[in-house]
């Protein structure tokens, strides 16, 4: 149903942190893209609910808005200040690109 809520278990999660979900995004490999705000992270999950993996966010990130994964698997993060995002993104060690 349309604008309805459910809760979902994630399983595997690495901690117990909290989670505050800004933005939920579906990647081209059907992976699963979640913007954790709380926990200043975005967590990666396959289809099936599974965890993959956590990125924490670029060190001076400012407030994430979104994000979007490409063809080539690589993610990008849109900043929310000022009118606009965080710049040309950039490869950075978290293999986020801001």
């Given at each position: 149903m349309?604008?309805?809520?459910?809760r979902y278990a994630a399983k595997g999660l690495p901690?117990?942190?909290?989670?505050?979900?800004r933005?939920?995004?579906?990647?081209t490999d059907g992976t699963l893209l979640v913007l954790d705000i709380f926990s200043a992270r975005l967590l990666l999950f396959d289809?099936?609910?599974n965890f993959l993996r956590q990125l924490p966010f670029p060190a001076r990130y400012g407030a994430i808005a979104d994000m979007t994964m490409d063809e080539q698997g690589n993610i990008y993060l849109?900043?929310?200040c000022c009118g606009g995002g965080l710049g040309r993104p950039e490869r950075n060690p978290n293999g986020l690109n801001r």
């Open positions: 349309a604008g309805s809520k459910a901690d117990d942190r909290r989670i505050v979900v933005s939920i995004r579906s990647g289809r099936g609910g849109l900043g929310q």
